[in-house]
DNA sequence: AACGGCTACAACCGCCGACAC
DNA sequence: TGTGTCGGCGGTTGTAGCCGT
């Protein structure tokens, strides 16, 4: 038994989206917000699915979007991201506003990737094309410097840690790129409290490392203590082992 | 003008993780 | 713990429009 389809396809439009359904979707979504997608077609009289609905607001549209021409600013960030991240088009769509991941998508696959090509780059790996793809040497290795500030406001249980990214190629050869500050941000959901480390006491906490998984809490020997998680903390990711999935 | 190949991008499909029950 | 539902993601396809012959 497989799970059951999200929409009853014999009765859904396909294809191309008219003007009147778009205008339909928007003035739905103006008066009730978005969210519960399932739902919406039937409440906004469209003979869609809610998945074609979702699809439709957000890579078309969202009143928030940009399109046009992606400037020379965006092409580097899309390469640069692409690269530490791979094919995460939703993580490199959130650090370019105004655009979807679906957009992104579509510009690497007909420009980016063909203009990387053309300069001898193998757009999966960023490396030149003629060197080979497996190595085992730590020469051309890259390394991810993040630092991180844990931002949590007085009388909130949540928290965010902010992490300032920057790539260092561990190569002599090679140019650097770019640095990049991706600001990612992880928030624990509000009602989970930071994890705390018995042993240590009240007031203390797991540090940066232990949270983002990257050694566990036995390996883990730095207890900070919590009013000294507002400062400053960093470490360094191997690339390789932070980039594969 | 007609045709075929190519390009760009909107839309669809299938899978997965999170969540509720 | 198992199962079903839902939203989200990445890969792929379909097609309109452009361009060269």
């Not at 007085?154 to 920057?166: A, F, K, R």
């Not at 770019?178 to 018995?198: A, M, T, V």
Request: overall charge positive; glycine content about 8%.
């Amino acid at each position: 038994m497989g799970r059951s389809p999200c929409c009853e396809k014999a009765h859904t439009n396909k294809g191309a989206w008219t003007k009147e359904e778009d205008e339909r979707l928007i003035s739905y979504i103006g008066a009730y917000g978005e969210g519960c997608w399932r739902s919406l077609p039937k409440a906004a009289g469209l003979l869609r699915c809610g998945k074609s609905c979702r699809l439709r607001w957000i890579n078309y549209l969202r009143p928030d979007l940009k399109r046009g021409h992606f400037t020379p600013e965006e092409d580097e960030l899309i390469i640069n991201l692409h690269s530490l991240l791979g094919n995460k088009w939703s993580l490199i769509a959130g650090k370019l506003a105004g655009r979807t991941d679906n957009e992104i998508k579509n510009y690497w696959n007909t420009h980016l990737r063909r203009n990387l090509l053309s300069r001898g780059i193998d757009p999966v790996t960023h490396r030149p094309l003629n060197e080979p793809t497996t190595t085992t040497s730590t020469s051309n290795s890259t390394t991810l410097i993040f630092s991180a500030v844990e931002d949590k406001k007085e009388g909130e249980e949540n928290y965010e840690v902010i992490i300032g990214c920057q790539e260092q190629k561990n190569t002599s050869q090679e140019q650097c790129p770019p640095h990049l500050n991706l600001e990612l941000r992880i928030s624990l959901p509000s009602h989970h409290p930071p994890p705390q480390l018995p042993s240590k006491g009240i007031g203390k906490s797991l540090c940066f490392s232990c949270r983002l998984g990257l050694f566990n809490n036995k390996e883990c020997t730095c207890c900070i203590n919590r009013d000294d998680l507002v400062s400053l903390n960093t470490g360094v990711v191997d690339y390789v082992n932070f980039s594969q999935q």
